[in-house]
């Protein structure tokens, strides 16, 4: 699993909500407003790497994303 933290601030009238829309439609992905309503908070759970850099991949590609910070990452492993 991971966490991710998205600045809003400045988006266009509209643009979060697009974005809200680009997130919540991947697989493997968690999105919730933040109370401030200027970051989104994007959580990732995967099950392999592979799936993780595909799901990397399209986040990258979405048009209503301009920036990505991972403010924590942790991943589980059975060893």
Request: aromatic share 2%; proline share 4%; net charge negative.
């Amino acid at each position: 699993m991971v966490l991710h933290q998205l600045n809003l601030q400045p988006l266009l009238e509209g643009a979060k909500e697009q974005l809200l829309n680009d997130l919540a439609a991947l697989d493997f992905c968690e999105v919730t407003p933040a109370e401030n309503k200027e970051i989104l908070i994007l959580v990732t759970d995967t099950p392999d790497e592979e799936t993780e850099k595909k799901l990397q991949e399209k986040l990258r590609a979405l048009e209503s994303l301009e920036s990505l910070g991972m403010t924590f990452g942790h991943t589980d492993t059975d060893e």
